[in-house]
């Protein structure tokens, strides 16, 4: 899997990714209380930052909410 | 890792191919989203027949239209309190900012995401780390916590490094001076001119500022960080590195800062930003090592994105092999260098407060000073720079007086100055923005 720049992603590259991806699916999930749903958006924030400064990935999760 | 000189050392070593490549890619990015949820851009572009899809290399970016701030306040005053800018609905902001304005104008209102202000704060990271400041560093900030955006960003960042920070919000500067003092602060942010007014109010109170635990000063806000003389000055009071950055309320955070390295200029952070330095008269790039306008676009902020927005500020771009930090992000050669609406025009001569400044600067006599214009006889320009003597320099001051009237003289064209010794304390001291000039003319000579 490569990132922004062409590179090859490294292991601890791929695992952050991965990391985003399920909290973005772990916020799709139903009924849950207002703790999670802030928590998890606090969460998915800092990581997006992660994810762009390392040029994994280049997106608004915020657009995908929508 | 952890003790990388860089904050993200990937994108702060990239090739400069890899990075014109990736900034390509983000600029292709933020175009497309820009034309699918803001009006205001959609319409930019239609106007100007490009399309998103015409970007395909970094070049490219050339061929889409300017944003001016006149155009984005016209958009606010058409359509109520944000215009059609935004590119998220407003419910999606956790945050509202003013841009700091200047008397008399209308100030430009913006909203920020969560997301958004994750980023703001990761610029300031940047910069923070850049000048050496680290997790055990306590920092001071210079800062009322108002509408203004001002250090909101890098409070927010070295709490992500964590450092402990001190705010002073509406503190008075002898508190401030105090708190310093007290809690042992390595590292304080503000304006060079409040960092120079700390400075002053420490020997009143007899705190040996030099010889305390500050290291680091972080300047904001007004170009005079780059002013080498200015910086030498805070240098010298304050027993520590001076460092600048500088951004604006237009980006929401800093777009450009100092190394450790010191190289005289700061580096623009260009994995979350383009920035091109055009000549303002026609709007074409102008080469590495000439004063052009900064035209920034940012990759950062999502509620309000921001495509060739037009500055106003002066820059002067040169190769980041002119610093020797190793990033490979380019510099802007002493900072911001004034703006393009800054200029005097005094009996036909162009004034530069920047450049004014960095003459009075080189004299340790003066304390703080004023740049005064008014029509003398009904018909001419009068130009006058307005000085506080510090104490201990008055036995002197005669001298020094003709020698700076000199200086200011030399350097413009032999336009005379006249330099006039005030009363200490009767000038203005700024917390945020200096404000040095006071145009008392009939007539204001033309800004451009």
Redesign the interface.
């Known amino acids: 899997m490569k990132d922004?720049?062409?590179r090859e992603m490294t292991a601890s590259e791929r695992r952050i990714l991965r990391a985003y991806r399920s909290l973005e699916a772990l916020r799709e999930e139903p009924d849950l209380p207002p703790t999670v749903v802030a928590g998890i958006?606090?969460a998915i924030?800092?990581l997006?930052?992660v994810v762009?400064?390392?040029?994994l990935r280049?997106?608004?999760?915020?657009?995908v909410r929508r | 890792m952890a003790d990388s000189p860089y904050w993200?050392p990937?994108?702060e070593t990239?090739s400069r191919d890899?990075l014109r490549?990736?900034q390509a890619?983000?600029a292709r990015?933020v175009l497309e989203?820009a034309y699918a949820?803001s009006p205001f851009h959609r319409r930019l572009m239609d106007q100007g027949k490009a399309k998103p899809s015409r970007l395909r290399r970094y070049e490219d970016l050339a061929r889409f239209p300017f944003t001016t701030r006149e155009a984005w306040m016209e958009c606010q005053r058409q359509t109520p309190m944000f215009g059609d800018m935004l590119a998220?609905p407003p419910e999606?902001a956790v945050r509202y900012h003013l841009t700091s304005g200047t008397t008399g104008r209308t100030p430009l209102r913006v909203l920020d995401?969560?997301?958004d202000?994750?980023?703001i704060s990761?610029m300031w990271c940047y910069g923070f780390h850049g000048f050496g400041v680290r997790p055990n560093d306590v920092v001071f900030f210079a800062f009322s916590y108002g509408t203004f955006i001002g250090f909101w960003g890098a409070h927010y960042g070295v709490e992500k490094m964590g450092c402990l920070v001190l705010p002073s919000g509406n503190m008075t500067t002898p508190n401030r001076v105090r708190l310093i003092d007290e809690m042992k602060a390595t590292v304080v942010c503000a304006t060079p001119t409040y960092a120079l007014r700390l400075a002053q109010e420490a020997r009143d109170l007899g705190v040996d500022l030099p010889g305390g635990a500050v290291r680091r000063v972080i300047l904001s806000g007004e170009p005079a960080g780059s002013i080498p003389a200015t910086k030498k000055m805070i240098e010298a009071q304050w027993g520590a590195m001076a460092g600048d950055t500088a951004g604006m309320t237009e980006i929401g955070t800093i777009m450009m800062f100092e190394c450790e390295r010191q190289p005289g200029g700061t580096h623009v952070i260009e994995?979350h930003f383009i920035e091109e330095v055009i000549d303002p008269k026609t709007g074409k790039e102008v080469p590495y090592g000439e004063q052009g306008e900064r035209v920034v676009t940012s990759?950062g902020r999502?509620m309000i994105p921001l495509v060739r927005y037009r500055t106003r500020d002066l820059v002067v771009k040169v190769p980041h092999t002119k610093c020797t930090c190793g990033r490979t992000f380019d510099l802007y050669e002493g900072g911001i260098l004034g703006r393009v609406d800054d200029m005097l025009l005094v009996r036909g001569t162009n004034v530069y407060p920047r450049a004014v400044e960095a003459i009075v600067r080189e004299y340790a006599a003066v304390d703080e000073f004023q740049i005064h214009l008014a029509t003398a006889e009904g018909i001419r320009d009068e130009i006058a720079v307005r000085c506080e003597v510090r104490p201990g320099h008055e036995a002197g001051w005669p001298q020094t007086e003709r020698s700076l009237a000199d200086d200011l003289a030399r350097n413009h064209e032999g336009l005379a100055f006249r330099v006039e010794k005030v009363a200490t304390g009767s000038l203005p001291r700024f917390e945020l923005k200096a404000r040095r000039v006071k145009d008392d003319r009939i007539v204001k000579g033309a800004s451009t």
């Open positions: 922004l720049t062409g958006e606090e924030a800092s997006w930052q762009n400064n390392l040029a280049y997106e608004r999760p915020d657009d | 993200n990937k994108t990239l890899g490549g990736l890619r983000k990015a989203r949820k998220q999606d995401s969560r997301l202000w994750k980023w990761e994995d990759f999502g």
